[in-house]
């Protein structure tokens, strides 16, 4: 849908830390109300996109995310494979198609994509889209003229989060700064794609790094089109889900979860919000929270990269239950 001239004025990126801060602090009922009025001024009334995500390049990486079960890093068990051809990721394409989703998201294991390996993702880019899908990469840092091709190719959405907020960062990363991250998130506005971008919380934060991260997407020069918020999935191996396991920190509240989502709807309203990682775990009720919040995107499958989900039947069953209904990217075109 259009987004009229009201609606456009609506969407800010001059938000200040403390007014976010007071939206996320709001009384829970009057949060949730006002994120699902929103919501529903700029999209249609019960309706999600069912997404599903394909690794395609599984485990190597040469990052230390503390939060990933692929990192060289961790001893989560996942091994390094190699690209996957171009003719499975399209198989794969076609029979997440065949199981409803209307986007496709691509995951490679890399800290940035190569130039040798840039023909082969554009390759699959091309495929993807031509089964009528739209198309989603996380590839890692780009290069202008990676950033360049992969828009020729037809890809339609760049994943690249944010993770957490930048006082937190350190905590959680070392290998590629918070200033590496806005860099590609630049090259991928300058070559035209829309920017998907989010975090994760419940990696050991305090309500004033969600509320930083929140700040930080809500105030990039234009508000990314595709908000992931993933809870964290804890992987044994790995130092984030060895510290929640271990008990060093406690797991995210329900509530506080539901908290952040409201808060993406209300700063970002014009942005798909969607609920990610960690979703498999999440009672019904919980995510019907979620929905009401403002999320009206989920991710179908078995897994996500190499945690667990869900799985298409489930989803089918739980969306039906809550009255919601698929909807497809050319009711989500804002702009």
């Not at 390049?57 to 990933?68: F, H, N, R, V």
């Not at 809500?218 to 992931?228: D, E, F, I, R, Y």
Request: aromatic share 6%; charged share 25%; hydrophobic share 40%.
């Amino acid at each position: 849908m259009n987004i009229e001239t009201p609606l456009r004025e609506a969407v800010r990126t001059d938000w200040t830390r403390e007014e976010i801060a007071e939206i996320y602090e709001r009384p829970l009922m009057d949060l949730l109300l006002d994120a699902q009025l929103s919501h529903r001024r700029f999209f249609r009334a019960n309706g999600v996109q069912a997404c599903q995500l394909l690794s395609i390049k599984t485990g190597g990486c040469p990052e230390d995310c503390g939060y990933c079960s692929q990192s060289a890093f961790a001893k989560s068990g996942v091994k390094a494979e190699k690209l996957m051809r171009a003719d499975a990721v399209i198989a794969a394409a076609r029979k997440a198609k065949e199981g409803g989703a209307s986007r496709f998201c691509m995951g490679a294991a890399w800290r940035d994509l190569k130039d040798r390996d840039t023909d082969a993702v554009c390759e699959m880019v091309a495929g993807v889209k031509s089964l009528g899908l739209e198309t989603c990469m996380t590839l890692g840092m780009l290069s202008d003229e990676q950033a360049q091709k992969l828009a020729d190719a037809g890809l339609d959405y760049y994943n690249h989060n944010l993770d957490t907020s930048p006082e937190h960062y350190g905590e959680i990363i070392s290998t590629r700064t918070y200033a590496d991250r806005l860099d590609t998130l630049e090259k991928v506005r300058d070559a035209g794609m829309n920017v998907c971008c989010g975090g994760i919380v419940g990696m050991g934060e305090e309500r004033v790094d969600r509320v930083g991260l929140i700040h930080a997407l809500a105030t990039l020069p234009a508000h990314p089109k595709s908000v992931p918020v993933n809870a964290l999935v804890p992987v044994k191996g790995t130092p984030r889900g060895d510290a929640l396991i271990e008990g060093r920190y406690e797991e995210i509240d329900g509530i506080e979860f539901v908290r952040a989502i409201a808060t993406c709807r209300l700063t970002m309203p014009a942005s798909v919000v969607r609920l990610s990682a960690g979703r498999e775990s999440m009672s019904r009720e919980l995510q019907a929270m979620c929905f009401f919040a403002g999320a009206n995107s989920i991710f179908t499958g078995d897994t996500l990269l190499t945690a667990p989900n869900a799985g298409e039947d489930s989803d089918a069953a739980l969306l039906a239950e809550f009255g919601l209904s698929a909807m497809d990217p050319d009711e989500m075109e804002l702009a």
